[in-house]
């Protein structure tokens, strides 16, 4: 199985900041059709997680570009700029390039300095 | 409104077995791949294993963790998921979800349900 990998473990942020999540796979996420499969969601305290973006850098319907996503083979990165209060809770990468099975990341806290 | 809403869960002894069902509406269901998905209380997802389409002959995919005693099936007449689970152990404890399937290239989970809570235990 693909292992995938999360930093920081927890992000202390102050609203209206910009912050910085990396997720690293173990091997490339590189697909042999040329696309690379690596997504991310947001998990709020108390709820199911929701899809943020997909292929790397590609929003959800209705997800603000306050999020944006970046990297390529192994590394990735979500940035989230303006950080408001419906923004904290677990983010969690996932790949689906190298299935079964797909693999989520362990999940980054961002919670309020 | 796509909704997705499981039922079923509770508190099993290990080595039982329990079924989890998952209404879905607001959505075609025979268009869209269903999966089924757990999370351990505090840990990260993990994806249990999917129901294919009808397009794609409602077939199954596991993951190897849980193949042979964990199975997928749907009632399409009815709008309903279910996930059987056999041989429960405690490692089995989590919340399980039903979340749909859209395909970006791949397919990736768009909505998920509230979960429901499975607790393995004597």
């Known amino acids: 199985d693909v292992l995938m990998t999360q930093t920081p473990v927890s992000l202390p942020v102050s609203l209206g900041g910009q912050v910085s999540i990396s997720c690293r796979s173990s091997q490339s996420l590189v697909h042999s059709d040329g696309n690379t499969y690596l997504h991310w969601y947001l998990q709020k305290p108390g709820q199911s997680p929701q899809f943020l973006s997909y292929r790397v850098s590609n929003r959800f319907s209705g997800v603000p570009d306050r999020f944006s996503g970046s990297g390529s083979g192994t590394d990735f990165t979500l940035k989230i700029s303006r950080v408001e209060p419906e923004d904290l809770g677990v983010y969690y990468c996932l790949q689906s390039t190298h299935f079964p099975p797909y693999t989520f990341g362990p999940g980054t806290k961002l919670e309020l300095k | 409104e796509v909704k997705l809403l499981e039922s079923g869960g509770g508190l099993v002894y290990p080595g039982g077995s329990m079924r989890l069902s998952c209404a879905a509406s607001g959505f075609t269901f025979t268009d869209f791949y269903m999966n089924w998905i757990r999370q351990p209380a505090g840990k990260a997802p993990e994806w249990l294993g999917f129901?294919?389409?009808?397009?794609?002959?409602?077939?199954?995919e596991y993951n190897p963790s849980v193949k042979g005693r964990f199975t997928i099936s749907r009632d399409n007449s009815q709008n309903m998921l279910y996930l059987q689970m056999n041989t429960l152990r405690a490692e089995d404890t989590a919340t399980y979800y039903c979340?749909?399937?859209?395909?970006?290239?791949?397919?990736?989970?768009?909505?998920w349900g509230q979960g429901v809570m499975v607790t393995v235990s004597s």
């Open positions: 129901i294919r389409n009808k397009a794609n002959g409602y077939t199954t």
């Open positions: 979340a749909r399937s859209v395909y970006y290239g791949s397919y990736v989970f768009d909505y």
